[in-house]
Each structure stands twice: as C-alpha cells, then as structure tokens.
C-alpha cells in the first residue's frame, strides 16, 4: 500500500509556496529593521567616541559693543 503522505498534493504545494512567500517577506522584512537598528547604534557609538576623544571647539566670544 503506498504511504499518502508522499503522494502529490497540489494545493498542500499551493498553502506552503505561500508560506514559504510570506515567510521570506517577513524575513526581509526583519532583516532590514536589524540592519537599521545596527546602523543607527554604530553612528550612536562612534558620536559618542568622537564626542568623548576629540577636543572640544572653543566657545564662541561674546562680541564687545562698538564705542561711537
């Protein structure tokens, strides 16, 4: 007797080429959301180095009145 479970079954091949499409959609979907959360935590990160390491730029003066 043969198993049916390893016949051909064109709409279970239907449901799963459709979860398969919507799966690798969230997938892309979730990838870009982490590459950008990366991005954004790397920029962050680096801010903060250079704004703890570089010197800082001199205050601007105030500008003295003109004598008349």
């Known amino acids: 007797m043969p198993n ?5 079954n064109p709409f ?3 449901w799963l080429s ?3 499409r919507s799966a ?3 997938r892309g979907t979730a ?3 982490a590459k950008r959360q990366i991005a954004t935590a790397q920029a962050e990160t680096m ?3 250079l704004d703890f390491w570089a010197p800082r730029p001199p205050t601007p003066r105030a500008r003295k009145k003109a004598r008349r």
């Not at 049916?4 to 051909?8: A, E, G, V, Y």
């Open 4 to 8: 049916p479970w390893t016949s051909k």
């Open 18 to 20: 459709a979860a398969n």
């Open 31 to 33: 990838t870009a959301a």
């Open 12 to 14: 279970m091949s239907m």
């Open 24 to 26: 690798g959609a969230a």
């Open 47 to 49: 801010r903060q180095f």
